[in-house]
């Protein structure tokens, strides 16, 4: 086995040109290389880490505005919902009022009528007892002969009248 | 191969370290030749480097080489973090080293680049110099952060909650053995599964060719299900390369949580 029947021969060599080569190693690649390696894959993932919280925040932020447009919008609908109902009560209180002066204006017409009916009537039952007075006269006058007076005829008229 | 060996094939030959250009450097009484061994550890560096250079475009939408360096990076970095909690940032430049090398290393291991002509893979984790340097370094910063950072305190690790009086000198000896065979077993545990799999291997390829120079009647009845199961085996052996690297650095970062948590 070479590994041992040579190491006498070949320690010196193996050690030395593994320290050269190791200590290149080391201090070429694992103190200088393998450091940037490593902060560039940290850069990224703190970069990942950054965007994933920005994006988080533009979230929250955005839900924010969200709610206050939904408030704003709810404000505005309330607002909306009182100014038309006062509109639609102001409504029914004018056209309220305006029925009732109608109202009132067609009772005092049919008033005025009522009382312009009972005056002709009035007016209509007296003719017709100056004319019952008038015939009275004449068939008493023809029955009887007699002549009466015009006064006394209205009175009977007025006095067969009351009897019905 | 076989040609150097006669119709005897080694398979240990492929662990052979031969330095190359053919001449021994001797700094100070020692041999520090560049081996194939040293090629390799240099080729397993500069895939890695290449590899980690596609991952440094920094794109904010990473593309496909880059996710997968961040693959890795952010396997090692949640390995440690799940084992040693928020302090275990601290060891992932080391961790990440020790992960990526090793399985760079076991996989280059496993390439086919003996096609090319003079070329020969070279598995260096197969070595237990190798191994045990790295399983070394891992015990070594074990040992620092764990004195660093509770001083003395750090041998009430020694001591599990709950033990009773009587009982502490036993279990202090028997958890100071346990944790002083940690480093052996962390070298010896990747040497030995790189070298068995590469073995195996190796053993069933001489069939392989064994079985052809005999005729077409031992072709088939051996080279080719010996064939098969390499085919298999080698499926097998690139799991075994990334889990023999993930247990690496999966029992560091666990013998680290050790010396920062003390359990």
């Not at chain 2, 398979?11 to 662990?15: A, K, R, S, T």
């Not at chain 2, 475009?57 to 990473?62: F, G, I, N, T, W």
């Not at chain 2, 390439?111 to 003079?118: A, E, S």
């Not at chain 2, 509770?150 to 690790?157: S, T, V």
């Given at each position: 086995m070479p590994q041992i029947s040579q190491i006498a021969a070949t320690y010196a060599s193996q050690i030395f040109w593994l320290l050269v080569t190791f200590g290149i190693l080391y201090f070429?690649?694992?103190?200088?290389?393998v450091p940037r390696v490593i902060a560039t894959v940290d850069a990224r993932e703190g970069q990942i880490a950054g965007d994933l919280a920005a994006a988080e925040q533009a979230r929250l932020a955005a839900d924010q505005v969200e709610a206050a447009w939904r408030a704003r919008m709810d404000e505005a609908r309330a607002a909306a919902l009182a100014e038309t109902s006062a509109a639609k009560a102001q409504g029914a209180k004018a056209a309220e009022s305006q029925v009732k002066s109608a109202d009132a204006e067609l009772a005092e017409r049919l008033a005025h009528h009522d009382l312009a009916v009972g005056n002709a009537k009035a007016q209509a039952m007296l003719n017709l007892q100056a004319v019952a007075a008038d015939v009275a006269q004449d068939l008493v006058a023809k029955v009887s002969g007699l002549t009466v007076g015009i006064d006394a005829a209205a009175d009977a008229v007025r006095r067969s009248n009351a009897h019905g | 191969m076989a040609a150097e060996s006669g119709s005897k094939i080694d398979?240990?030959?492929?662990?052979l370290i031969e330095p190359l250009f053919g001449r021994h450097w001797v700094v100070a009484g020692y041999d520090i030749s560049f081996t194939n061994s040293a090629l390799w550890m240099v080729i397993t560096l500069a895939s890695l480097w290449l590899f980690m250079l596609g991952g440094m475009?920094?794109?904010?939408?990473?593309g496909r080489w880059q996710a997968a360096v961040e693959g890795f990076t952010g396997f090692v970095s949640n390995m440690l973090t799940s084992n040693i909690?928020?302090?275990?940032?601290?060891f992932v430049p080391y961790v990440f080293s020790l992960f990526m090398f090793i399985l760079f290393a076991n996989i280059w291991g496993l390439?086919?680049?003996?096609?090319?002509?003079?070329w020969h893979p070279f598995t260096i984790t197969s070595h237990l110099t190798v191994t045990g340097v790295l399983a070394v370094i891992s015990f070594a910063i074990v040992l620092i952060v764990g004195f660093g950072k509770?001083?003395?305190?750090?041998?009430?690790?020694f001591v599990p909650h709950g033990t009773p009086k009587l009982m502490i000198p036993l279990i202090f000896v028997v958890e100071l053995m346990s944790f002083l065979v940690r480093p052996f077993s962390l070298g010896l545990r990747l040497f030995v599964a790189m070298t068995a799999g590469h073995i195996l291997l190796k053993v069933l390829a001489a069939f392989v060719i064994s079985g052809l120079n005999l005729g077409i009647g031992y072709g088939l009845l051996v080279s080719l299900p010996s064939f098969v199961l390499m085919i298999g085996i080698t499926l097998l052996e690139l799991l075994v390369a990334a889990i023999q690297a993930y247990v690496f650095a999966l029992l560091t970062s666990v013998y680290l949580n050790d010396a920062v948590n003390l359990h």
């Open positions: 070429g690649i694992g103190k200088m290389m | 398979p240990m030959h492929q662990f475009k920094r794109d904010l939408v990473p909690g928020p302090a275990g940032k601290r390439t086919p680049v003996g096609v090319v002509p003079g509770h001083g003395f305190h750090f041998f009430a690790l």
